[in-house]
Each structure stands twice: as structure tokens, then as C-alpha cells.
T-cell receptor, first 114, second 112 residues
Framework: EAGVAQSPRYKIIEKRQSVAFWCNPISGHATLYWYQQILGQGPKLLIQFQNNGVVDDSQLPKDRFSAERLKGVDSTLKIQPAKLEDSAVYLC????????????FGSGTQLSVL | KQEVTQIPAALSVPEGENLVLNCSFTDSAIYNLQWFRQDPGKGLTSLLLIQSSQREQTSGRLNASLDKSSGRSTLYIAASQPGDSATYLCAVRPVESNQFYFGTGTSLTVIP
């Protein structure tokens, strides 16, 4: 079974530039999550999708962050414009609709904003 | 709101030692609890998942226990190896939610 796919693996940008991250969850997983993890901290939920609808985006800085999940499959997270404090690992995860409801993560995107 | 705490924040042990990592949570109404391993700058790898009806789960040298009533879980690592060096995080999923609440992790270093 293929895992959660994320790209790019690394990204270095200057402040005020824009950046986009892509995620393809495990096939059949209706729930998709984007997390931000700052060094030394646990993952913080940015946005949660159920199919192509947003379940929770209360912690998403909507003035600069946006996310979409067209057709309820893959998803894109965008930052525009980036700030220094956005430097973090951005993690995508997915979870099946039934059964164990286990959480599966992608390899993450390490973002450095200079 | 569920709060998850992991103690200690960092741990350093000599190779071969058995060790215990702790995870505590404030609301006992959980659906499941999951332990993850994370290497620097990378994603999280699932180690063990314990459903709310279970008391423990084992995989190789790892054993995770769950005591819902006291709001605690432990991850036991037997005969530690340098390759076990990583950050270990626990995450709790409440009964009424599809969200997961994470601790800040325990950074483990196993010294050869």
C-alpha cells in the first residue's frame, strides 16, 4: 500500500515570497490533515479536510495561508507572503473513515524562510 | 480541550538499557492513542496504536500501555540501540472528534 506522498522535501525561500506544498493521501482516506511543526514542538493542526470539505481551519492564519482539496483527493497548502516565523516542517497526514482510524504521515516538507 | 504532556523532554541512556517514556492526557474520553517516532526534519512514523478498549500493544522491542482512568500511557523500549535515537511523540484522539492532540515529544539519545 502506498503511503502519504508529499512534495517538495525541502524548500528555501526569502521572506515575502510565496510557496506551495502538495500532498496525496493514502487511497480511500477521507480525512486529510495539514500540520505545522516548529523545531522542538509537537505538530500543530492547521487545517482538516473531510473529503473536499473543511472540518477545522481555526488555527490557519488565513491572511497568508490557504489550502484546498479539490475532488477530495490530493491537497495543496500555500503560504503567501511567507514570514520568518513560518520556518517549520509542514506535515500532511491522512486517516481512514472507519476501523482503527490510525493516523498516517507523509515525509514532510522542511521550509526555511530567510 | 485535550492537553497532552510528555515527560521527560529529553533522555540519554547507554546502549542496552531498558527505558520508559511517559505520556499523560487530561480527558480520559479517548478513541485511541498512537505513539510515533520522528527523525530530525522528517515525518512521523507510527509505532503503536492502542484503542481505548485495549490495555497494551507490543511490536518487537516496543510495548505501549494505556491507563485511561489515570490519563496515562507509557512506551517501553527494551534493550535500547543507537538506532532508537529519535524523538518520540504520543497523540490522543478524543471520542467526539476526528482530531489528534499531540505532546511535545521526548528526545531520546542512545549512546553506543
Amino acid at each position: 500500500e502506498a503511503g502519504v506522498a508529499q512534495s517538495p522535501r525541502y524548500k528555501i525561500i526569502e521572506k515575502r515570497q510565496s510557496v506551495a506544498f502538495w500532498c496525496n493521501p493514502i487511497s480511500g482516506h477521507a480525512t486529510l490533515y495539514w500540520y505545522q511543526q516548529i523545531l522542538g514542538q509537537g505538530p500543530k493542526l492547521l487545517i482538516q479536510f473531510q473529503n473536499n470539505g473543511v472540518v477545522d481551519d481555526s488555527q490557519l492564519p488565513k491572511d497568508r495561508f490557504s489550502a484546498e482539496r479539490l475532488k477530495g483527493v490530493d491537497s495543496t497548502l500555500k503560504i503567501q507572503p511567507a514570514k520568518l516565523e513560518d520556518s517549520a516542517v509542514y506535515l500532511c497526514a491522512s486517516s481512514p473513515p472507519r476501523g482503527s482510524r490510525k493516523l498516517f504521515f507523509g515525509s514532510g516538507t522542511q521550509l526555511s524562510v530567510l | 480541550k485535550q492537553e497532552v504532556t510528555q515527560i521527560p523532554a529529553a533522555l540519554s541512556v547507554p546502549e542496552g538499557e531498558n527505558l520508559v517514556l511517559n505520556c499523560s492526557f487530561t480527558d480520559s474520553a479517548i478513541y485511541n492513542l498512537q505513539w510515533f517516532r520522528q527523525d530530525p526534519g522528517k515525518g512521523l512514523t507510527s509505532l503503536l496504536l492502542i484503542q481505548s478498549s485495549q490495555r497494551e500493544q507490543t511490536s518487537g522491542r516496543l510495548n505501549a500501555s494505556l491507563d485511561k482512568s489515570s490519563g496515562r500511557s507509557t512506551l517501553y523500549i527494551a534493550a535500547s540501540q543507537p538506532g532508537d535515537s529519535a524523538t518520540y511523540l504520543c497523540a490522543v484522539r478524543p471520542v467526539e472528534s476526528n482530531q489528534f492532540y499531540f505532546g511535545t515529544g521526548t528526545s531520546l539519545t542512545v549512546i553506543p
